[in-house]
C-alpha cells in the first residue's frame, strides 16, 4: 500500500464551514478523511456526502454501541452516505459486530471495523471498571471477538499493531489513531506512537490529527507525514 493511501486526516472541528476549509487546503494531498462524532452532529450527513462527491474517501467514526436492531441501520445509513469505513464497539459484543457487517455486505465498499480499547485508556483505567486484563490483552481478546463476528478489521493504538498483525493476519485492515510525530504532545493518547513506527509494526492506516489540521501550512505537514512512510519503502530501513 502506497503511503498516500495509509493516512487519514482527522477532521476533529466543530462546523462544516472548518472541516471544508481544511479539506481545500489539503486539496490532492489527501483523499481519505475520517469524521467522527463531534463534525457529524454539528455538520450533518451533508459533509460527508460533499466528501465522496469530491472523490474522498470517509472514515465515519461512530463508534457504535447500540442493540443490534439499531447497529444494523446505522451501518446501512452509512453504507448509503458512500462512506469506506465504518466503526462499531467491540465492547458491545459479538451480536453487534455481527449486525454490523451482515448491514454492510449490502454496500461492497463499506468495511467494518471494531474499536478496540480507545487510545486515551490505560490498564488502570480498565481495572476501575472492572476488567482486569492489561490494555493490550484486552485489545488482542476483544479483536479475536472482532475477527470471529466478520469485521473487516480493527481500531487500536499503535502501540497493539504488532500483536494484532500477528493475531490477525496479513490482510485485515489495523487503523491506529493516536498517532504523534517525534517531539509532538501526546494530547489525549495515553497509548500514542508515531506514523512510522504504527506502520512498520503493522498498521494498515494511521489517523493523523492536530499535526496536520493545526498546522500552519497543513499540506506541508502531511508531505512530511507522507514521507516519513516513504522511508519504509527503503529496502532495510525501519
Given at each position: 500500500?502506497?503511503p498516500?493511501?495509509?493516512?487519514?486526516?482527522?477532521?476533529?472541528?466543530?462546523?462544516?464551514?472548518?472541516?471544508?476549509?481544511?479539506?481545500?487546503?489539503?486539496g490532492?494531498?489527501?483523499?481519505?478523511?475520517?469524521?467522527?462524532?463531534?463534525?457529524?452532529?454539528?455538520?450533518g450527513?451533508?459533509?460527508?456526502?460533499?466528501?465522496?462527491?469530491?472523490?474522498?474517501?470517509?472514515?465515519?467514526?461512530?463508534?457504535?454501541f447500540?442493540?443490534?436492531?439499531?447497529?444494523?441501520?446505522a451501518?446501512?445509513?452509512?453504507?448509503a452516505?458512500?462512506?469506506?469505513?465504518?466503526?462499531?464497539?467491540?465492547?458491545?459484543?459479538?451480536?453487534?459486530?455481527?449486525?454490523a457487517v451482515?448491514?454492510?455486505?449490502?454496500?461492497?465498499?463499506?468495511?467494518v471495523?471494531?474499536?478496540?480499547?480507545?487510545?486515551?485508556?490505560?490498564?488502570?483505567?480498565?481495572?476501575?471498571?472492572?476488567?482486569?486484563?492489561?490494555?493490550?490483552?484486552?485489545v488482542?481478546?476483544?479483536?479475536?471477538l472482532?475477527?470471529?463476528?466478520?469485521?473487516?478489521?480493527?481500531?487500536?493504538?499503535?502501540q497493539?499493531?504488532?500483536?494484532?498483525?500477528?493475531?490477525?493476519?496479513?490482510?485485515?485492515?489495523?487503523?491506529?489513531?493516536?498517532v504523534?510525530?517525534?517531539?509532538?504532545?501526546?494530547?489525549?493518547?495515553?497509548?500514542?506512537?508515531?506514523p512510522?513506527?504504527?506502520?512498520?509494526?503493522?498498521?494498515?492506516?494511521?489517523?493523523?490529527?492536530?499535526?496536520?489540521t493545526?498546522?500552519?501550512?497543513p499540506?506541508?505537514a502531511?508531505?512530511?507525514?507522507?514521507?516519513?512512510?516513504?522511508?519504509l519503502n527503503?529496502?532495510?530501513?525501519?
Amino acid at each position: 500500500m502506497h503511503p498516500t493511501d495509509r493516512i487519514i486526516v482527522a477532521l476533529d472541528v466543530d462546523t462544516r464551514r472548518a472541516a471544508e476549509n481544511m479539506v481545500d487546503r489539503l486539496g490532492a494531498e489527501c483523499r481519505f478523511y475520517k469524521v467522527g462524532l463531534e463534525l457529524l452532529t454539528a455538520a450533518g450527513p451533508g459533509l460527508v456526502e460533499r466528501l465522496v462527491a469530491d472523490g474522498k474517501e470517509v472514515f465515519l467514526d461512530l463508534k457504535l454501541f447500540e442493540i443490534p436492531n439499531s447497529v444494523a441501520g446505522a451501518v446501512r445509513a452509512a453504507g448509503a452516505l458512500g462512506v469506506s469505513m465504518v466503526t462499531v464497539h467491540s465492547m458491545g459484543g459479538t451480536g453487534i459486530m455481527a449486525a454490523a457487517v451482515a448491514a454492510a455486505g449490502d454496500f461492497p465498499r463499506l468495511r467494518v471495523l471494531a474499536l478496540t480499547v480507545v487510545t486515551s485508556m490505560t490498564s488502570a483505567d480498565l481495572a476501575a471498571v472492572g476488567i482486569s486484563a492489561s490494555a493490550e490483552d484486552q485489545v488482542l481478546r476483544l479483536a479475536g471477538l472482532a475477527e470471529g463476528a466478520g469485521c473487516h478489521g480493527v481500531i487500536a493504538a499503535p502501540q497493539e499493531a504488532g500483536a494484532l498483525r500477528g493475531r490477525l493476519g496479513p490482510r485485515a485492515l489495523i487503523v491506529t489513531p493516536g498517532v504523534v510525530l517525534p517531539g509532538e504532545s501526546r494530547g489525549d493518547h495515553a497509548r500514542p506512537g508515531t506514523p512510522r513506527a504504527a506502520v512498520a509494526a503493522g498498521a494498515s492506516h494511521v489517523v493523523v490529527g492536530r499535526a496536520v489540521t493545526r498546522a500552519a501550512d497543513p499540506a506541508a505537514a502531511l508531505r512530511l507525514v507522507r514521507g516519513d512512510l516513504l522511508v519504509l519503502n527503503t529496502p532495510g530501513a525501519r
